[in-house]
């Protein structure tokens, strides 16, 4: 089966190079020229990726456009809901701050894309282009996995990422709730979350980290710490699982975005895997990815 092309003209589509260079995709991407657009005929994606900007930057660069004007056009598209308006494809932060900056029109781009074009080159562009953070940036991966069948080696390639900073990240996915908010906060960073990934009690860890505002070295030492206590509370009771069995459990975890638990007994061919589900939706996610 021939691999499906992942950001088919993105140097072009994200206004990388001149309007008027000759662009090598893929696909024919009909294209208008660079044009001055009213401010108010602009609507931003509602499937944008990414939902929060930091206001103190969008100041900066507003005060930046009215000194200078918008240097790198948005690129849009004709608004399938509003036939008269445009929709961001790629520039939600300059258009946040041209309004900010009180302009009247806007230059970009206009593009004929459909809406699952659309919303796989807005991810790929704030992956790309964007401070996400690692939550975010993690969201990002899976919603190109998910909704479009890349593999992470297809991502890491298409993406100039490494293999494991994908699947380390999307590791962070299978964290409770209560845990991945505290990254997307700030209040923990990605290797502070990744250094309890593994932990039975995360949630007690992460708070314990942001309490006592551990260093990420001294984070994954209170980690090592807690498995070895575990595992010596696990001799009592019975063996540990080995290496690969929690080497499989964490490869799992990332790939479905939720918590895996092998039990294997050494020595057996039979044994339980469980699965942990955070809410309806990735029960929702994981019927259909068995389904399929």
Wanted: proline letters at 4%; glycine letters at 6%.
């Amino acid at each position: 089966m021939e691999k499906k092309g992942l950001g088919r003209g993105l140097s072009a589509l994200l206004a990388d190079v001149g309007p008027m260079e000759p662009v090598t995709t893929d696909v024919a991407m009909p294209v208008r020229g660079d044009q001055m657009i009213a401010i108010e005929r602009v609507r931003a994606n509602p499937d944008q990726p990414r939902r929060t900007f930091d206001d103190a930057e969008l100041q900066d660069l507003a005060s930046s456009i009215r000194e200078k004007g918008i240097i790198q056009p948005l690129i849009v598209r004709l608004d399938p809901n509003y036939p008269d308006d445009y929709q961001i494809v790629a520039g939600e932060r300059r258009w946040r701050a041209a309004q900010l900056a009180n302009l009247h029109e806007i230059p970009a781009i206009i593009r004929e894309l459909n809406d699952t074009e659309v919303l796989e080159l807005a991810i790929i562009e704030n992956i790309q282009r964007s401070d996400l953070n690692a939550l975010e940036e993690a969201l990002g991966y899976r919603q190109l996995m998910d909704r479009f069948g890349h593999t992470q080696e297809r991502l890491s390639e298409a993406l100039g990422k490494s293999r494991s900073h994908i699947a380390n990240l999307l590791r962070l996915l299978s964290l409770p709730e209560s845990v991945q908010e505290m990254v997307r906060k700030g209040l923990l960073s990605a290797g502070h979350a990744r250094a309890i990934i593994t932990s039975g009690r995360p949630e007690q860890l992460a708070a314990e980290i942001v309490k006592r505002q551990l260093s990420v070295r001294q984070a994954e030492q209170l980690a090592k710490k807690d498995f070895t206590k575990k595992v010596g509370e696990q001799k009592a009771t019975g063996p540990s699982k080995d290496a690969d069995t929690r080497a499989l459990e964490e490869d799992l975890s990332a790939t479905l975005s939720m918590k895996v638990l092998i039990d294997h007994k050494p020595g057996q061919q039979a044994g339980e895997l469980r699965i942990k589900y955070t809410n309806l939706a990735d029960l929702d996610r994981l019927c259909q990815l068995m389904s399929a």
